[in-house]
C-alpha cells in the first residue's frame, strides 16, 4: 500500500508557520516542540521536516542526511529535557504510533518523547 501524505494535517501546518508551536529544538531537516495535550510532565514531539507518513515509509525512502538528523534530534531533546538515564534524569519512553492499529492520531511521522515520571507498563496486555 503506497502512503499519501496529507498536506494539511497538523504537523505539516506547524512546518509552514500556519499554526504556531512551543520549539524546542529546529534542525535542517527536524522539529521538536512541545505536545499541546501532554501525557507527562515532560512531552516533546519529534517530526521531521519532509512529507512522511509513518516511521517505516521515512526509513523506507529519507535520506541518509534526514535519518541522522532526525535521531540525532531525538537525543539532543533527550538531553534538553534531562531525561537521560545516563545523566541521572530517569529515562524516558520513545514513542512513535503507525496506521490505525497503532492509533496514529496525525498521518505525519513524529516521534513522542515522555519522560519526568514513571510512565508506567508501555501497553495493556489484554
Known amino acids: 500500500m503506497p502512503y499519501n501524505y496529507d498536506d494539511q494535517?497538523?504537523?505539516a501546518k506547524i512546518l509552514r508557520g500556519e499554526i504556531p508551536c512551543n520549539k524546542?529544538?529546529?534542525?535542517?531537516?527536524?522539529?521538536?516542540?512541545?505536545?499541546?495535550?501532554?501525557?507527562?510532565?515532560?512531552?516533546v514531539l519529534v517530526?521531521?521536516?519532509?512529507?512522511y507518513?509513518?516511521?517505516?515509509?521515512?526509513?523506507?525512502?529519507a535520506s541518509s542526511e534526514e535519518i541522522t538528523d532526525f535521531v540525532r534530534a531525538i537525543g539532543?531533546?533527550?538531553?534538553i529535557l534531562e531525561v537521560e538515564p545516563s545523566q541521572g534524569g530517569g529515562g524516558f519512553r520513545?514513542?512513535?504510533?503507525?496506521?490505525?492499529?497503532?492509533?496514529?492520531?496525525?498521518?505525519h511521522l513524529h516521534v513522542h518523547?515522555?519522560?519526568?515520571?514513571?510512565?508506567?507498563?508501555?501497553?495493556?496486555?489484554?
Do not use: W
Not at 539532543?76 to 538531553?79: E, F, P, Q, Y
Not at 514513542?95 to 492499529?101: F, H, L, P
Open 9 to 11: 494535517n497538523i504537523f
Open 24 to 43: 524546542v529544538l529546529e534542525t535542517e531537516h527536524s522539529l521538536a516542540f512541545h505536545d499541546i495535550n501532554p501525557a507527562a510532565p515532560k512531552h
Open 47 to 51: 517530526i521531521p521536516k519532509g512529507s
Open 53 to 61: 507518513v509513518t516511521y517505516d515509509h521515512f526509513a523506507q525512502i
Open 76 to 79: 539532543k531533546v533527550c538531553k
Open 94 to 107: 520513545a514513542i512513535s504510533n503507525s496506521g490505525e492499529a497503532g492509533l496514529q492520531e496525525v498521518p
Open 113 to 126: 518523547i515522555l519522560g519526568g515520571r514513571n510512565l508506567g507498563p508501555m501497553i495493556s496486555k489484554s
